[in-house]
């Protein structure tokens, strides 16, 4: 007999981390991925044509802009983003069980506000949280999640936290949520994702779904974070980088620049051994010097570059340039890596490959594994925006642990 599917809708959809991890799970399926950027659309396109065998993926991934919420609900014609009759018409008479997504992160992430001189509180993506709510309020699934960085945690940007307001405009849209949000706090690592990247996971159910049973919804998000998703961390292994990435194949210095198709390359093979996205990124002989040392001193157990200071002061030193964080750092074979981060796209120094021989940072596809994302899950676009796809992405397989996670929350008390 089969088992019953259950429908998501995937908002602020990327290129489909979590969407994946749904579809990996088995028991969803996906009607509608919204995303407003070109190439990751391309990418879950393709992904939900070639591994999921979705016929109707170019209508089911709509780009556009989230914040025109009634156009995008019942359809638009635009300049921009061309034409589509809105997900209530794409979505039909079928019931939508389960929203999942996060508004992009820049606007609440420490890393963004010390950057942006006004500490990013003029971004218009503080508050993108609300279009998420309208379109909640209008296919009333029975959970939610909603995934964004702990500096969702300590963002003013009006001087009210964002967090009372986020956990009132939930309320006012029919849906509770945990009380403590520090228990919301996930490192993937604990999850068996060989990286470290804390998320905040919010678990929103809908009180109108238990209107007869409200004590319920208190017991649903209990049992959500303090006995399932325990219960997987428990049942995870640690995975560390050379788990992760340790068989592809190695990508060695080349002896001369290479010039082909307009990009010039310093790392060969430059077809990464025909697997997808392995393709190296070019680097300085200086850059290549740096980064063979560095992973020289790591292997060697000298250690004398493993400190902030050290590696600032080294900086400084080969650059000219001063900096208030370190821009170098090797990866560790028998650890988890540091979180992928978007900010790939503008250099790799902080994910330098753990081989000193091959003296480079890391590819897309070794960025995707550090993801989790499997093999066969092909990003299109320029290699700058796979690469900025990927540090925004959800890690599949944790994907995957909230759906299962979710699947049992249906199955117990729906």
């Known amino acids: 007999m089969k088992s019953k599917k259950y429908n998501t809708i ?58 025109r919420t009634e156009e995008l609900i019942h359809g638009f014609d635009d300049q921009e983003y061309g034409t589509h009759k809105g997900l209530a018409k794409l979505i039909g008479n079928s019931k939508v069980d389960v ?47 909603f995934e964004n960085v702990m500096g969702m945690l300590t963002a003013s ?7 009372d307001k986020i956990r009132e405009s939930f309320d006012k849209a029919g849906y509770i949520i945990i009380d403590d949000f520090r228990s919301a706090v996930f490192d993937v690592a604990d999850f068996g994702i060989p990286q470290h990247r804390k998320r905040v996971i919010i678990m929103g ?28 961390k428990a ?18 210095p080349s002896n001369e620049i290479i010039k082909q198709d307009g ?5 060969l093979p430059i077809n990464g051994h025909g697997v997808l996205n392995h393709i190296p990124r070019y680097h300085s002989e200086r850059d290549q010097s740096i980064f063979r040392m560095l992973g020289e001193d790591l292997e060697s157990g ?34 988890q890596s540091n979180t992928i981060p978007a900010h790939l796209y503008k250099d790799g120094m902080r994910h330098i490959h753990p081989d000193p021989k091959q003296a480079r940072s890391i590819t897309v596809r070794e960025a995707a594994r550090l993801q989790t994302f499997a093999d066969d899950f092909e990003f ?20 995957k642990i909230i759906a299962q996670a979710i699947h049992i929350l249906l199955n117990k008390y729906c």
């Open 157 to 163: 940007p009006d001087g009210v936290p964002i967090i």
């Open 235 to 252: 049942a995870s292994l640690p995975k560390t980088v050379k788990e992760a990435i340790g068989d592809l194949p190695p990508l060695m």
């Open 10 to 67: 995937d908002l602020f959809a990327g290129c489909g981390g979590l969407m994946d991890g749904f579809m990996q799970e088995g028991s969803f399926e996906t009607l509608a991925c919204v995303e407003w950027e070109k190439y990751p659309c391309q990418t879950i396109e393709k992904r939900l044509e070639k591994k999921w065998n979705h016929k109707n993926a170019k209508s089911e991934v709509v780009r556009f802009d989230i914040q």
């Open 263 to 267: 990009h010039k390359y310093s790392h």
């Open 380 to 399: 299109l676009g320029p290699t700058m925006a796979q690469y900025k796809m990927i540090g925004n992405a959800v890690p599949s397989d944790f994907a």
């Open 99 to 145: 929203i999942i997504g996060g508004p992009p992160c820049q606007a609440y992430s420490l890393a963004g506000r010390i950057r942006d001189p006004h500490g990013m509180k003029n971004d218009y993506r503080n508050y993108l949280f609300e279009s998420y709510i309208r379109i909640l309020e209008f296919f009333k699934p029975s959970f939610f999640i």
């Open 205 to 232: 159910v809908s009180k109108e779904c238990f209107a007869e049973r409200t004590e319920l919804c208190k017991e649903i998000i209990n049992d959500f974070y303090y006995d399932i998703m325990p219960k997987f």
């Open 302 to 335: 000298r250690n004398e570059y493993v400190s902030t200071e050290a590696l600032k002061k080294l900086y400084t030193k080969v650059t000219g340039k001063n900096s208030n964080i370190h821009k170098y750092y090797v990866l560790r074979w028998n650890e």
